[in-house]
């Protein structure tokens, strides 16, 4: 019992500090980066299957292959796109963008953010309308290329957290919730 409310009190110190931190960034930020998702974008997102996620990792020790394994096993219609593999775990993998087939969408990034704004010039010339950025992603860059468009985009928010969440996700966006942080 004591372990569950250790648990508790430290997720909540942590989400705290990061609620702080999110806070000063969006205030120093506001301008390069303008985090207003709504829930209405987030589902008219989801709703664009089949997706894409640029930026899966053949190693199962990386968050892209973590989050590419659990979006499949939660049901997600979803593509892997890596330049340097011909199939992650067992889906057929796109070297690039613009190799994707027709049906596709939507993308979420997870790519660093150094080659982030590339991917979304190459998602603008394939004619991608929904855009998903994940958070360690983004890119000042990135949102420029982005400013202005009639592309649905999301940043600041984490897919795991709004794709059928369990365990912590469901915990963190409870949390979110609850600081009013959550996207309305």
Not at 75 to 102: C, F, H, Q, W
Not at 124 to 146: H, T, V, Y
Request: net charge positive; charged share 20%.
């Amino acid at each position: 019992m004591s372990v569950c409310i250790f648990i508790v009190f430290l997720s909540l110190y942590t989400y705290l500090t990061i609620r702080r931190q999110i806070i000063n960034f969006r205030f120093i930020n506001q301008y390069l980066y303008p985090i207003m998702n709504s829930l209405k974008q987030i589902n008219q997102f989801l709703d664009n299957q089949p997706i894409a996620l640029v930026g899966v990792s053949r190693n199962p020790k990386k968050f892209g292959y973590a989050a590419f394994r659990e979006l499949k096993e939660k049901g997600m219609s979803i593509i892997p796109v890596n330049p340097e593999a011909d199939e992650i775990m067992g889906e057929k993998s796109y070297r690039n963008v613009t190799s994707l087939p027709e049906e596709v969408k939507g993308i979420i990034v997870m790519t660093k953010k150094e080659i982030t704004a590339s991917v979304v010039c190459e998602a603008k010339a394939r004619g991608i309308k929904s855009i998903w950025i994940q958070q360690a992603a983004n890119s000042k860059e990135a949102m420029g290329e982005l400013k202005g468009t009639d592309i649905n985009f999301i940043t600041g928010e984490c897919i795991l957290m709004h794709y059928k969440p369990h365990s912590i996700h469901k915990f963190h966006g409870n949390l979110k919730k609850l600081f009013r942080m959550y996207p309305k």
